[in-house]
């Protein structure tokens, strides 16, 4: 085979050649002196110009290459994505709440009667704009109109405030060993982190941490569970360690509310 008679090109290239090559011949260009020009054989050239006599310009459109037909047509892709893009796999009488490929085989299965490999599951599920992804967990008691008034609102007033009185703002919180904790990937399309909804409840935490907006981070790891005690001695640490004043946004676990009661003029909690 010749380097230059243009089978190694690709469909999209080869069609604009043929093309252009017509153009040319159409412009008065001799069809050997196109084929030099292109670099291509001339028998090449003269080939396109039989297809263009016989079929017109779409005679020389590039056609799809033929291959083993899919097993799922376009409206069964489309109910595949809806239901696990939309459903938490329980609803689907699964076990688990995180989609696996295993699951996914076994979803086409039921609902389309078509038996796909593993591996045939993955790639289908990148085809349709999915990937394995680690799912935000969202308390389900989480108010999203709150949510979005107080970093709207509220808090660019406490920044502003804390940025008058020279103070670092903290977010404080426990955590550490919990038995709700998840590590698993489910698949969901890609830049759609996907959600657990939970109840939000902590079990046998034990550390304290704070972090300011700047994303320092001080922490305290201690035994039992939180109580006012506990939290009062990680403020008074905390103080200890600060250049200035301290604003720290809590949540209304009872032992931060019980820590109000612990008066320092340099430190000043918020409820949020």
Not at 116 to 145: E, I, T
Not at 256 to 270: E, N
């Amino acid at each position: 085979m010749r380097d230059n008679d243009g089978r190694k090109l690709d469909h999209k290239t080869l069609e604009a050649l043929r093309i252009r090559a017509v153009d040319q011949v159409a412009d008065g260009a001799h069809p050997e002196d196109v084929a030099a020009a292109l670099g291509l054989h001339r028998k090449t050239v003269y080939a396109w110009l039989a297809k263009y006599r016989e079929g017109g310009r779409d005679a020389l459109r590039a056609r799809p290459v033929p291959g083993r037909p899919p097993k799922l047509g376009g409206g069964q892709l489309s109910r595949l994505y809806a239901l696990i893009a939309g459903q938490d796999p329980r609803q689907m009488q699964f076990e688990f709440a995180l989609w696996t490929r295993e699951m996914v085989r076994e979803l086409i299965r039921r609902e389309f009667g078509v038996a796909l490999s593993v591996v045939s599951v993955g790639r289908l599920l990148r085809k349709l704009g999915m990937s394995p992804q680690r799912p935000l967990h969202r308390a389900y008691q989480q108010n999203p109109k709150a949510v979005d008034r107080w970093k709207r609102e509220e808090y660019p007033a406490i920044q502003a405030q804390a940025e008058a009185e020279e103070a670092t703002v903290y977010f404080a919180d426990e955590a550490g060993i919990r038995s709700d904790y998840h590590a698993g990937t489910t698949w969901s399309p890609v830049g759609q982190t996907p959600q657990v909804q939970n109840t939000g409840a902590r079990y046998s935490v034990n550390m304290i941490s704070a972090v300011s907006a700047k994303g320092a981070l001080r922490f305290a790891v201690y035994e039992g569970n939180t109580n006012a005690a506990t939290f009062i001695n990680f403020c008074k640490r905390l103080l200890h360690d600060a250049a200035g004043p301290v604003y720290l946004i809590v949540d209304g676990h009872p032992a931060h509310r019980a820590a109000a009661f612990f008066a320092d003029p340099h430190l000043r909690y918020i409820t949020a």
